[in-house]
């Protein structure tokens, strides 16, 4: 499902995006959805931090590798106020969430009561986001996650595969969670976290 920003009737669709899998993704995730309607280009994201003027058009912010790369480009699109869109995946449960624009959600991703997801945000399949999570903007949440209830994310937070955040955590902005973490109270200072052979959640730096 198309979700177009309040007031949009543009059906023009940029994705900001390297040539990646994500990028391929959202294609077919619109050729599943029948968007005849609509005409999905791909800006590459170093010339779209370049430009001085941007097309008329809803966006859709999908740098994965580059985090820097990838608040930059959700800051042009704040700053110069372009509209953005969002896809959620038909298979995927998100009624009783409030997604924001600018978010992909993936195929069997499962959200529940008044989970929010400000914008930007992208969330990889078999996914679960439980009750009153909050996660801000320019987030990455990998496939196989689950967050437990009233977690918080910050900003341009990656989540790795398999991860699991228990309940009532607090995660700063630009923080990394290693694959097949378990990450059981709150983290004060952002970094990179994994899970050492102890199975304590370390800093690396």
């Known amino acids: 499902m198309i979700i177009l920003?309040?007031?949009?009737?543009?059906?023009?669709?940029?994705?900001?995006?390297?040539?990646?899998?994500?990028?391929?993704?959202?294609?077919?995730?619109?050729?599943?959805?029948?968007?005849?309607?609509?005409?999905?280009?791909?800006?590459?994201?170093?010339?779209f931090v370049s430009l001085s003027d941007h097309a008329l058009g809803s966006y859709i912010n999908l740098v994965t590798k580059d985090m820097q790369l990838r608040q930059r480009v959700s800051e042009i699109i704040e700053y110069n106020n372009l509209f953005r869109f969002s896809l959620v995946h038909k298979n995927s449960y998100t009624r009783a969430a409030d997604i924001g624009p600018g978010c992909l959600i993936y195929p069997m991703v499962s959200m529940y009561t008044r989970a929010t997801l400000v914008n930007d945000i992208i969330v990889h399949s078999s996914t679960m986001i439980a009750h009153d999570c909050y996660l801000d903007t320019g987030c990455y949440i990998s496939a196989g996650v689950n967050i437990a209830g009233t977690t918080k994310l910050g900003k341009f937070c990656q989540i790795g595969l398999a991860a699991v955040i228990a309940d009532n955590i607090t995660i700063p902005n630009n923080t990394i969670i290693g694959m097949n973490a378990m990450v059981r109270k709150s983290i004060v200072e952002s970094g990179v976290y994994v899970n050492k052979a102890n199975d304590a959640l370390t800093k690396l730096k």
């Not at 059906?11 to 040539?19: H, Q, T």
């Not at 994500?22 to 590459?44: C, G």
């Open 5 to 47: 920003s309040k007031n949009q009737t543009s059906k023009i669709l940029y994705a900001v995006s390297f040539d990646t899998v994500t990028y391929r993704d959202l294609q077919y995730f619109l050729d599943e959805d029948n968007a005849v309607n609509y005409r999905l280009e791909r800006i590459d994201p170093d010339h």
